[in-house]
T-cell receptor, first 113, second 112 residues
Framework: GENVEQHPSTLSVQEGDSAVIKCTYSDSASNYFPWYKQELGKGPQLIIDIRSNVGEKKDQRIAVTLNKTAKHFSLHITETQPEDSAVYFCAAEVLEYGNKLVFGAGTILRVKS | DTGVSQDPRHKITKRGQNVTFRCDPISEHNRLYWYRQTLGQGPEFLTYFQNEAQLEKSRLLSDRFSAERPKGSFSTLEIQRTEQGDSAMYLC??????????FGPGTRLTVL
């Protein structure tokens, strides 16, 4: 089945710097890759997603890139702010009933002001 | 608020007791998912409903777990004879079509 690995597990950056989180997946049939942000005590919130027919997608300070050949995708956050501090999860769609998601283990991002 | 809601937000129970959680999906979303999240890990898929039909269950869902979605609206997840290993955050998500899923705030279960 699908396996998603995420790195790094923790990331500390200075406010204003960029942050990059990387994920790899195993099932070449996967076509959808969302990123979620989870704050303490809350459920995951979708922040950006990408489909396999697109190599890059950007939304203000957040961008995601996808390399289907290498089976990896990355989240890029520019001009980080303290409110970006949270746990970030990547996920890959599994093409079975219901398009369930398989998640990475998460990255704790700390933005120091 | 038109997002996914879950109740209760926190549940503390003693080992061996039964617990039931409720999820109300976004209105008109016909797909509903349950995930479990343990500390330091990403959510893990438990089960999935298309309208009222439960179409897939993970191997993580032992016989002590049961989920229902009567009339294709809200869903309940029941755990019988709880064990300490059941302590986790139980997340519900819903979607209209395709893989785009919106999550609720979760129910934090602590089994003493």
């Amino acid at each position: 089945g699908e396996n998603v690995e995420q790195h790094p597990s923790t990331l500390s950056v200075q406010e204003g710097d960029s942050a990059v989180i990387k994920c790899t997946y195993s099932d070449s049939a996967s076509n959808y890759f969302p990123w979620y942000k989870q704050e303490l005590g809350k459920g995951p919130q979708l922040i950006i997603d990408i489909r396999s027919n697109v190599g890059e997608k950007k939304d203000q300070r957040i961008a995601v890139t996808l390399n289907k050949t290498a089976k990896h995708f990355s989240l890029h956050i520019t001009e980080t702010q303290p409110e970006d501090s949270a746990v970030y999860f990547c996920a890959a769609e599994v093409l079975e009933y219901g398009n369930k998601l398989v998640f990475g283990a998460g990255t704790i991002l700390r933005v120091k002001s | 608020d038109t997002g996914v809601s879950q109740d209760p937000r926190h549940k503390i129970t003693k080992r061996g007791q039964n617990v039931t959680f409720r999820c109300d999906p976004i209105s008109e979303h016909n797909r509903l998912y349950w995930y479990r999240q343990t500390l330091g890990q990403g959510p893990e898929f438990l089960t999935y409903f298309q309208n009222e039909a439960q179409l897939e269950k993970s191997r993580l869902l032992s016989d002590r777990f049961s989920a229902e979605r009567p009339k294709g609206s809200f869903s309940t997840l029941e755990i019988q004879r709880t064990e300490q290993g059941d302590s986790a955050m139980y997340l519900c998500a819903s979607s209209l079509v395709g893989p785009l899923q919106f999550f609720g705030p979760g129910t934090r279960l602590t089994v003493l």
